[in-house]
């Protein structure tokens, strides 16, 4: 994953700094350690299924704040694209109309701008809590899987450790 992060020395005099200014050098903000990653897939995915236009600035926003991973933060906000808006909003109608006991308004002659705009006051508030109920349950899943991978790789890292240097006293004694 470190070949993919950018080097803090290279971005001086880019764009990038010309944009960011002084936040960019700050060192949270790539390290990839286990609570600035985890804490940038919670932010990412929160803000990925969150229905606003423009959702790399608030991430972005967030993980300066609360110094996580940028470069994380900002690409898991794509899961959300042109591509995959349909079917997410969607499923977000769908869970948020069960989620509030709402019969599900179905389009008559298939969903287009038109019956969208006739129909935004019935399914904005069905949009909204199923929304938001996947970016909660997806920032929390991801935060603890990411937070568990990290610690049982750690851990299996120091058992190998642990059986390497076993492995040398007991050759050395052999010898």
């Given at each position: 994953m470190r070949r993919f992060m950018p080097d803090p020395a290279r971005l001086r005099g880019t764009w990038v700094e010309r944009v960011l200014g002084k936040v960019i050098h700050d060192p949270h903000l790539l390290h990839l350690n286990r609570r600035s990653v985890s804490l940038g897939v919670l932010i990412g995915l929160f803000w990925a299924f969150t229905p606003i236009p423009s959702q790399m600035v608030p991430a972005a926003l967030c993980a300066w704040l609360f110094r996580a991973n940028l470069p994380i933060s900002m690409s898991l906000v794509?899961?959300?694209?042109?591509?995959?808006?349909?079917?997410?909003?969607v499923a977000f109608y769908m869970t948020g109309s069960w989620m509030l006991g709402m019969p599900m308004i179905p389009p008559d002659g298939g969903i287009n701008m038109e019956w969208v705009h006739h129909r935004m006051g019935d399914f904005w508030k069905?949009?909204?809590?199923?929304?938001?109920?996947?970016?909660?349950v997806s920032a929390g899943l991801g935060y603890a899987l990411v937070r568990t991978w990290w610690i049982s790789t750690v851990r299996a890292n120091w058992a190998a450790r642990r059986k390497a240097r076993a492995a040398r006293r007991k050759a050395s004694t052999d010898d």
């Open positions: 794509w899961i959300s694209n042109p591509l995959t808006i349909p079917p997410l909003f069905p949009v909204l809590l199923g929304s938001l109920t996947f970016s909660v």
